[in-house]
C-alpha cells in the first residue's frame, strides 16, 4: 500500500474524489504517526496506480502536497519512507 500525504483536509478529500472518478481505487486511512501531517488524515492506493498518481499530482499544482510515502521491511522491522 502507499501513501498520498498532504497538509490540507480539504485538499485530501478533492484528491481522493479525483482519484475515485478517474478509477483508482483508493481509500481515505489515518496518516501514518510517523509522517507529519496537520489534518491527519492521508489517502491510500495500490502500488499498481502510482504512475497514474503521479501524473496527476504532476498536472496540478497543490501546493499542501508533502509526498507519496510506503512502507520497507528493514532488518524486519517496518519503515515508512517517501518515494516521491
Excluded: W
Excluded at 489534518?39 to 509526498?67: H, W, Y
Amino acid at each position: 500500500m502507499y501513501y498520498l500525504i498532504f497538509k490540507s483536509r480539504t485538499h485530501t478529500l478533492n484528491f481522493f474524489r479525483l482519484l475515485s472518478n478517474y478509477g483508482v481505487k483508493a481509500n481515505i486511512i489515518n496518516a501514518p504517526a510517523s509522517v507529519s501531517s496537520i489534518c491527519n488524515i492521508c489517502i491510500s492506493f495500490l502500488p499498481q496506480d502510482f504512475e497514474k498518481v503521479k501524473k496527476m499530482l504532476a498536472s496540478r499544482n497543490i501546493s499542501t502536497f508533502i509526498g507519496i510515502y510506503k512502507y520497507d521491511l528493514v532488518n524486519r522491522n517496518r519503515v515508512l519512507k517517501k518515494i516521491f
